[in-house]
């Protein structure tokens, strides 16, 4: 099994389009292109002090196969195409790699990237639990748009811990959890949730047994969660703010990151502390905001990252669990 990092940031990107502050500034200045291999992760002094980064995505693929499955169709998403070779088997006059698409919440920067498919020679492969398949058709009708283009086939993902299969993988089973999170903003359950509104995602290859875990929003480590993470190898999860009002402090919005569905890394109870008891464990963050002081390479926040062994994602980063 191979995952590779379509895209690492959190909504709006980074630098993000209207965004001034410290982190998008010095992006816009310095950074102009993303990291695209390992050397370009690390904080060595001859690679700049921040990468830029698309919004978040990823592919989940077996070694040599020309199919991969999409997790979240980020707005960025024809960039992020342009930049992964193997999505372009080209075995067709039209042809993509992407064989299906697995949508872990109906938030924007998760889905928007889904009408860029449009032009896709057989209905798309859509898979997502009901309430964000609902959301997909009534808040935000983007499946009834996609009806008049290339079509979508929905697969409804149970949240019964059962592993499943997505076709042509035939060596990767997934299980959907549910989270506690944030539906979007536009969601009738923003402020009402049902279990789905947001999943995790633990990951199989059933030949090495090898596990990661996936969640990119993550508000809360129950129970579950914690249960999940524990039988992984691999944890790739919620990177998004480093202090609970981080937005607010900046002068960037007025929500604190818990508000949003966020459990930010910093504080007692945050997600540095609770990553403690998984110090075994290849620990990745994802799905980071552009006001996070982590994506900074010269920052305290991202030597504390790096003291307690914690990995920072970044676009075209492979993972192979
Ligand atoms: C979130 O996960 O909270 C989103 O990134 C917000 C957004 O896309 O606007
Ligand atoms: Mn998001
Ligand atoms: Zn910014």
Known sequence: MKIKVLGSAAGGGFPQWNCNCGNCTLARRTAGQPA????AASPDAANPTVHARTQ??????EEGSADWVLINAS???????????????????RDSGIAAVLLMDAQIDHVTGLLMLRESSRPLNIHATAPVLADLRTGLPLLTVLSHYCGTVEHTLALDGQPFAIAPLKHVRFQALALSSKAPPYSPHRHDPHPGDNIGLLITDTRSGRRV??????GEIDPAVAQAMRSADVLMLDGTFWDEDEMIRLELSSKPARSMGHLPQSGAGGMLE?????????????????SNPVLRHDSPEHAQLRAHGIELAYDGMEIVP
């Open 213 to 218: 875990f996936y969640a990119p929003g993550l």
């Open 274 to 290: 609770r990553l403690g008891d998984y110090a075994d464990k290849r620990r990745i963050l994802i799905h980071i905001n552009n």
């Open 75 to 93: 707005p960025d998403i024809l960039t992020q195409i342009r930049a992964t070779p193997e999505l372009q088997p080209a075995r067709g006059r």
């Open 36 to 39: 695209v291999s390992a050397h």
């Open 56 to 61: 978040s995505s990823l592919i989940v693929g």
